[in-house]
């Protein structure tokens, strides 16, 4: 590999920031559980995203990227490899309706923007608090709507450091499933362009939903969301389940089940990663012994050593 001037100063700039940085990533999930990582680094342009992602695999440095960790569960030993934070958050409006997005810009801001601007796909994005790269990761979605369905292209940068334009018809989503969370040679999503259709009511809608959010779910309290996937077919929800097998409001160490919605686990007083899986677990074989359902997470928890780099 033969680097060009500009590649080798965001190398040397790289190696600065991996060798000095380390960071708790506590402060950087919504969770605030987690350990230190042994490197960190701020991005905020591509082409250091693809300095650090080269640096990485020439020297078998384990590497993570992620956007605001709020459906991550990161380890009390925290991470033993290179983490990411990534704000690569520029945005264009290609055509009315098309809108190019750098995969760290704020997902919730873009909801608001788009259904101000009078476009309809995205009304949901609004009280997501994630990034663009990583609502297209989980395929995010909330009240009919899904992340997957207005896409029209996403860029990404694979393992060994190259771009890759790949259009909707490349790509697979599912209920919080893409084909991104199956894709080996996956290191990071760059930018993405949404493809969304004129409609005079998205603002009302987007700020509608908004609103039911803030009734039903336990805002300002420390959470990742919906921790299990619904079962499909059944036509319960997994905090229904929760909620029928009398779980609301269970405690263990600092990590709780809410009140509010029985999806939701809060970090109610300085939980550790133990105390929130012990949580989960329990949660699980309780729905299970009375439903005979096994609940599967939805929230991603990031084991301390990954195997592959
Ligand atoms: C209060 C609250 C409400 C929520 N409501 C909803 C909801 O209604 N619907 C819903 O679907 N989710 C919801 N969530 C969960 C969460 O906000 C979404 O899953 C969101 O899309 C995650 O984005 P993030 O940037 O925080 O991802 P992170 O938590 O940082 O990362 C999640 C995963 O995506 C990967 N990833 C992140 N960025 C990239 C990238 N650029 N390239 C490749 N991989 C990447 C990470 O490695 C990780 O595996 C909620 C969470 C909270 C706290």
Avoid at 94 to 104: A, D, F, K, L, Q
Avoid at 113 to 136: D, Q
Avoid at 158 to 165: F, I, K, L
Wanted: aromatic share 8%; charged share 25%.
């Amino acid at each position: 590999m033969v680097l060009d001037d500009d590649e080798r100063q965001e190398q040397s700039l790289i190696e600065q920031c991996v060798l000095q940085n380390q960071k708790h990533l506590k402060e950087l999930s919504s969770w605030g559980i987690g350990g230190p990582c042994s490197y960190f680094l701020h991005v905020s342009r591509p082409s250091q995203l693809i300095a650090a992602i080269r640096y990485c695999r020439a020297r078998s440095i384990p590497f993570l990227i992620i956007g605001k960790g709020s459906n991550c569960l990161f380890d009390d030993r925290g991470f033993d490899g290179l983490v990411m934070l990534n704000r690569l958050d520029q945005f264009e409006a290609i055509e009315p309706g098309v809108y190019r997005v750098g995969s760290g810009y704020p997902f919730n801001r873009l909801g608001v923007r788009c259904s101000v601007e009078g476009f309809s796909g995205l009304e949901f994005a609004g009280g997501i608090p994630g990034t663009v790269g990583g609502a297209v990761f989980m395929n995010a979605g909330a009240d009919g709507q899904e992340t997957g369905h207005v896409i029209d292209s996403v860029e990404m940068v694979t393992m060994d450091g190259e771009v890759r334009v790949l259009r909707r018809s490349d790509l697979a989503f599912g209920y919080r499933r893409s084909t991104f969370q199956q894709m080996e040679d996956l290191a990071a999503i760059v930018a993405v362009t949404f493809r969304l259709v004129p409609a005079e009511t998205a603002r009302e809608r987007q700020r509608a939903l908004l609103e039911r959010r803030r009734k039903t779910q336990p805002i300002g309290e420390r959470s990742a969301g919906s921790v299990f996937r619904n079962p499909s077919g059944i036509g319960v929800s997994a905090g229904e389940l929760i909620e029928m097998a009398g779980l609301k409001g269970l405690e263990m160490g600092g990590a709780k089940v809410s009140k509010v919605h029985a999806n939701f686990f809060i970090n109610f007083n300085g939980s550790t990663s133990t105390d929130m899986l012990g949580l989960m677990n329990h949660v699980k074989e309780r729905v299970d012994q009375m439903f005979g359902l096994e609940l599967k997470e939805e929230i991603r928890y990031i084991p301390y050593r990954t195997q592959t780099v």
